[in-house]
Nanobody
Framework: QVQLVESGGGLVQAGGSLRLSCAASGRTSFSTYAMGWFRQAPGKEREFVAAISRSGGSTFYAESVKDRFTISRDNAKNTVWLQMNSLKFEDTAVYYC???????????????????WGQGTQVTVSS
């Protein structure tokens, strides 16, 4: 099992940047987990943001964040990051880190494919 803890959320003005971190702990070989970021705004369903493969060699983004957000990982540090630039008001949400142990070399974009979730970190973008 793996435990995930997100950090780095906060209040930022539109156009600003934030870097979210997700630290994994527990009985984990972090490099065997595909990782993803999701978000949920008030009154809306949880939505996919970004995903990264076990090695970090493959990534995928939601169209709404493509070219603004970057997902990365360091398997030696058991950590995945989400660099968020050019933030918009509509990026306001609770952001969740997710993990799933896999033999696949790819990534997952559906929340149903992830077994482990963090508690979330609030990102608020003021307009």
């Amino acid at each position: 099992q793996v435990q995930l803890v997100e950090s780095g959320g906060g209040l930022v003005q539109a156009g600003g940047s934030l870097r979210l971190s997700c630290a994994a702990s527990g009985r984990t070989s972090f490099s065997t987990y595909a990782m993803g970021w999701f978000r949920q705004a008030p009154g809306k369903e949880r939505e996919f943001v970004a995903a990264i493969s076990r090695s970090g060699g493959s990534t995928f983004y939601a169209e709404s964040v493509k070219d603004r957000f970057t997902i990365s990982r360091d398997n030696a540090k058991n950590t995945v990051w989400l660099q968020m630039n050019s933030l918009k008001f509509e990026d306001t949400a609770v952001y969740y880190c997710a993990a799933d142990r896999t033999y696949s070399l790819g990534y997952y974009i559906s929340d149903h494919e992830y077994s482990y979730w963090g508690q979330g970190t609030q990102v608020t973008v003021s307009s």
